[in-house]
């Protein structure tokens, strides 16, 4: 007998899978972060140099003074009239740089010279970036960033933070991006990055049309189009540098003309200082690229500036002093890294060993000649003191009151700079200022007072303060 079994209960139709729509997970940014790490360790150190020299009393020249004054009009939205040139002389009459117009906000909010400080250590700091991340790019991580280091540390850089502020500290990261963009065959971007410069300096035009001659001469083979836009671009900067010095710069001039063309006109001889020259060109070529960036055409964009200095009369241009050569240093850093990326394929073994040990090698030359170079004042701790004196003269200075008429020489105007009309002593013929404050550290003066006479006739000065070398008078 057989039992009978209940039919089995029917079965829903089974529902089909349909997966879940998965979100995929954030990839992250694996590009090195070496160039940016580099530049803001950068970045604290030319600040630290740059803001231990302030607070050391210890200004060059009037430069920081002249740019102070210009950008604080800037931010007050006037004319930017720098007195310590002259009075009432309009900047844009002696040299041509209205982008320093971009610290004006910066400015408002910090009214001090220290804020100019700041801002040309970030933008020489910010420079590194392209150097580093296109050498990396063209010879591999490592190689790349020991390019980096020596560029962030050669001497022409740390000569630049050294000396205040000076309007060229927008330039070279122009140059710099620019550069590598052309190294990345990125032509428009090239050509975007470079023209900006025509507003940083007059001669900098020239440096836009050797930016773009390079572009074309790079482009020849494989681009008519960005061969004639770059010779377009080349012949905008040599017209931007004639029109500003024969039209924009003597129609803001009160003498109605360019007040440099002497240092070029009365040059002499080329071999004037010939021996001085020779030595700049062999600490631009050989511990910064050991001369194998000769083998790279992108060392034609350092001729203009090299032409202009090495042309000139004055001689504070041919040498490695001063500010003058911070904007070669990322056209020789990026030559060096076009070259270095020819060298691997050289036939001749002897180079392509050369280019395998150079990075290595440059990058040690240049912590080696840390010792001799202004970064090295960092290793000290009085580097981190304010000295007594300099509180000192800084109470002295305290004594004149805001919007107070000043005349002054290196060591007083900026620190008055932010908050007094302030005029370079001896050149304010008709106006009898307020108060007169002279560095008199190396006693030029046996009697102040005689020599404020000597300034002002028709005028009685009293000495009411004196600190260490520094005298500050007042008007009876």
Known sequence: ?????????????????????????????????????????LFVAYAALSLGRYRHLATKSWDLGIFEQAVRAYAHLQAPVADL???????????????????APAYRLFPTPV????????????????????????????????????????????????????EICFAVPLIAFALEALLAHRRRAALLWALPLVLVKEDLGLTVAAIALVVAVRARHSSPTAVRYALGVAALGVLATVVTLTLVIPAFNSGAAYAYWDKVGDAGSPLDGIGTKLRTLAWLLIPTTGL????????????????????????????????????????????????????????????????????????????????TLPLSLLTEPEAYRKPARVSAVERMLALVPDGASVEANTGPSSRLTSRCRVFWVGTIHGITPDFIALDDTDHSHHDVQAYARQLHPHAEYSVIGAAYGYVLLKRR
């Open 115 to 166: 804020t100019l400080l700041v801002a040309q250590a970030a933008l020489l700091a910010l420079s590194a970036v392209p150097v580093t991340r296109a050498a990396a790019g063209l010879l591999g991580r490592q190689r790349g960033l020991g390019l980096g280091v020596a560029y962030g540390l050669s001497w022409g850089i740390q000569r630049a933070v050294d000396f205040d502020f000076h």
């Open 85 to 103: 040139k002259g009075p009432g002389t309009n900047i844009l009459g002696d040299h041509f740089s209205p982008i320093t117009a971009l610290l």
């Open 1 to 41: 007998m057989h039992t009978a079994q209940a039919a089995p209960p029917d079965r829903a139709p089974a529902t089909p899978h349909i997966p879940l729509p998965v979100t995929p997970a954030p990839t992250r940014d694996r590009r090195p972060r070496d160039p940016h790490l580099l530049a803001a360790v």
């Open 292 to 371: 194998l960036a000769l083998r790279s055409p992108l060392l034609l964009v350092a001729l203009p500036t090299l032409g202009w200095r090495f042309g000139s009369s004055d001689a504070h241009y041919w040498g490695t002093d001063w500010h003058y050569s911070a904007v070669l240093m990322p056209v020789l850093s990026l030559a060096l890294a076009d070259a270095l990326s020819r060298a691997r394929y050289s036939p001749r073994p002897w180079l392509r060993s050369y280019a395998l040990h150079l990075p290595a090698a440059v990058a040690a030359a240049s912590l080696a000649l840390m010792t």
